[in-house]
């Protein structure tokens, strides 16, 4: 970039090359980084800091217009249907899923042959060589991010594992994660058009929206009915200050001030999770969300033992598959006691 002003032949003060970078270098809140400066000048010379001011601002004015220029956002030719009436189906083609991030609870949805089974990446070098019916789960915030070709398929939780699973040859499934907030047909079409096989929709949909979603093929579409929800992650550990290590070997838990007791977990990257302080249990709302079209169903296990994650696939496979309803009910009516039950945003209205 060029400027014009005065220059003028120092008399009493200087002006060095370092101060020249220095007011060249000071960048604020732009986007851009000096990583290099030429200098041609004579000696003797003086040239004042706001000559100096403008010809940065100048400069940055000037590139930014290049960035937005240059610039061309993808117009994605997209022609899935939508449907203009609710679908009412019957279909009894029906799938149940098993999100995990224990051993215990890999084991209970071998044992109950669950044939889409969501790994936790971190007990990846757990499992041995059967990777049948194993669907490797990405996290939510990752640093380098690796697919693994072993598995049937990638739960994705960001979209720069997408962008990864893109710039390579994968041609095993992918499906997106409850993380990337999946609340209207445009966000989903999006997807199906980047190559997501199975779109997980959010927690925050109530009955109105799943009613009146019009992404009218509903076997793309994936609905968490079951297991604690996500509430926060925080890099700020509770023992940061004192770190033993002291969440690989207990439970930890948070109390409110209503009493409210939220379970925590810490992954390999010393996030801490935060989990809802209500199991999310849906019942009778997923016999609406069958009528509705839906036909993919998720248990998602967090914390939970070995017996516990059988008892809840045994019941839940009796419930989607058989339409007998008492050993789910049993559970439900156990965490309602212990207030320990919620249906999540299913019957909020907004």
Excluded at 40 to 57: K, P, S, W, Y
């Amino acid at each position: 970039d060029e400027i014009e002003f005065m220059i003028e032949e120092s008399k009493n003060q200087m002006i060095d090359n370092k101060k020249i970078t220095e007011q060249l270098s000071k960048l604020g809140n732009t986007p851009f980084n000096l990583n290099d400066v030429n200098i041609n000048r004579d000696e003797n010379m003086f040239i004042t800091m706001g000559a100096l001011n403008n010809l940065r601002r100048t400069a940055i004015e000037k590139l930014i217009n290049i960035r937005q220029i240059g610039y061309q956002r993808n117009i994605l030719d997209i022609n899935y249907e939508y449907s203009d009436n609710i679908i009412y189906n019957k279909n009894k083609d029906f799938n149940l899923s098993v999100y995990v991030r224990t051993t215990e609870q890999l084991q209970a949805a071998l044992k109950l042959q669950i044939n889409r089974i969501y790994v936790d990446e971190e007990l990846k070098d757990q499992i041995g060589d059967n990777f049948e019916k194993l669907y490797l789960a990405k996290g939510r915030i990752e640093y380098n991010i690796k697919i693994d070709n072993r598995f049937n398929g990638t739960l994705i939780s960001n979209l720069g594992a997408l962008n990864v699973i893109n710039n390579n040859v994968y041609d095993k499934e992918v499906i997106s994660n409850f993380n990337l907030n999946v609340t209207n047909s445009e966000s989903i079409k999006v997807l199906v058009a980047n190559n997501v096989d199975l779109v997980t929709l959010s927690y925050e949909l109530n009955e109105n929206s799943y009613k009146n979603l019009y992404f009218k093929d509903k076997s793309k579409l994936e609905i968490i009915i079951f297991g604690y929800q996500e509430a926060m992650i925080t890099k700020h550990c509770i023992y940061a200050s004192n770190c033993k290590e002291q969440c690989k070997v207990n439970s930890h838990r948070i109390v409110d001030e209503k009493n409210e007791i939220f379970n925590l977990y810490t992954d390999n990257l010393c996030h801490m999770h935060v989990l809802n302080s209500k199991k999310l249990l849906l019942l009778e709302e997923v016999n609406k969300l069958k009528d509705f079209g839906y036909q993919n169903f998720r248990l998602q296990f967090t914390i939970e033992n070995y017996d516990e994650t059988l008892r809840v696939i045994e019941a839940y496979k009796q419930f989607i598959f058989n339409d007998e309803d008492v050993l789910i009910k049993a559970i439900q009516e156990e965490l309602k006691n212990k207030n320990n039950y919620t249906r999540g945003f299913y019957n909020k209205a907004y």
